[in-house]
């Protein structure tokens, strides 16, 4: 596990690309580092250059002790940890280079439980898993479940693509 601090000055890309690059004597079985950037720099175009590098998970600089933690442990059991306020950054910044949107009707939640729309909601709101599975005292296996059902019933292949896709969709009970 790595934690490298995105500061003005420091080729944190450059650190990190040959953190992730594969050593010419690799042993079999040995794994590259995982990272955690701790952000200063918001700019879309750096983040994205973090995740082609492979960077597994994100804090803010001012970020509360609590979220760090949270970020180690999630990147550690090897997933991607987004804070909401990053997500939706990447987020907008990727949306204007999105192909245009399917013609097709926005699927409608209305097929979805009452349990579900609230964990979509949440989900649309850029949190992670951890962070759904804390807000609605769920184990994350459970909400990992509720969005693996939630993607098939509006015909999803992720996370993503449901919340582009489902924009301006009330996520309301009915």
Do not use: W
Not at 135 to 141: G, M, N, Y
């Amino acid at each position: 596990m790595v934690l490298v601090e995105d500061a003005p000055g420091v080729p944190a890309v450059e650190v990190i690309a040959r953190l992730s690059a594969p050593l010419t004597a690799e042993p079999p079985g040995t794994r590259r580092p995982r990272i955690i950037v701790m952000l200063r720099d918001d700019r879309v175009d750096r983040i994205l250059d973090y995740l082609r590098s492979d960077v597994r998970g994100f804090v803010c600089h001012n970020a509360p002790l609590r979220e760090l933690v949270t970020a180690v442990r999630v990147v550690f059991r090897n997933e991607a940890f987004l804070p909401h306020g990053i997500a939706a950054l990447i987020i907008e910044g990727i949306l204007p280079h999105l192909p245009r949107p399917d013609p097709r009707p926005s699927p409608s939640v209305s097929g979805l439980t009452p349990r579900e729309r609230e964990i979509f909601h949440l989900m649309a709101s850029g949190i992670s898993n951890a962070e759904i599975a804390d807000a609605c005292s769920l184990s994350q296996k459970t909400v990992k479940f509720h969005v693996s059902n939630i993607l098939r019933k509006l015909g999803m292949k992720n996370r993503i693509q449901a919340v582009v896709r489902t924009r301006g969709v009330p996520c309301v009970s009915a």
